[in-house]
Nanobody, 132 residues
Framework: QIQLTESGGDLVQPGGSLRLSCAAS????????TGWFRQAPGKEREGVSC????????YYSDSVKGRFTIATNSAKNTVYLEMNNLKPDDTAVYYCGVLEMGRIDYNLILKFCSGDYDADHWGKGTPVTVSS
């Protein structure tokens, strides 16, 4: 059974850090692009960061560039999102999604992260609250 399970969400003060995990089961992340998306109350889902298979291409939205880092641990079949210098605007439910990826293509990553291409599979999300 194909499954994505997010974890690591928590309540954190502004300026703090969190590491989110997206563990895949039933398939190998090596064949997919993986993305972290978030949805704040009353807002549309937005792409935060995406990574191609083989980790050769990464993308970050302007709002998180320089603060968040996406990385894959192939041995654990898990993708992480390291989040530093968190701000109240980062408060949202964070979801991971995967898109099957053949040829490694920056435009595919861009369209995936922008929402033009929908994920093949989604996790159920983990909540992040940034508040003092």
């Amino acid at each position: 059974q194909i499954q994505l399970t997010e974890s690591g969400g928590d309540l954190v003060q502004p300026g703090g850090s969190l590491r989110l995990s997206c563990a895949a089961s039933g398939f190998l992340l090596d064949n997919y692009a993986t993305g972290w998306f978030r949805q704040a109350p009353g807002k549309e889902r937005e792409g935060v960061s995406c990574i191609s298979r083989s980790d050769s291409i990464t993308y970050y939205s302007d709002s998180v560039k320089g603060r968040f880092t996406i990385a894959t641990n192939s041995a654990k079949n898990t993708v992480y999102l390291e989040m530093n210098n968190l701000k109240p605007d980062d408060t949202a439910v964070y979801y991971c999604g995967v898109l099957e990826m053949g040829r490694i293509d920056y435009n595919l990553i861009l369209k995936f992260c922008s929402g033009d291409y929908d994920a093949d599979h989604w996790g159920k999300g983990t909540p992040v609250t940034v508040s003092s």
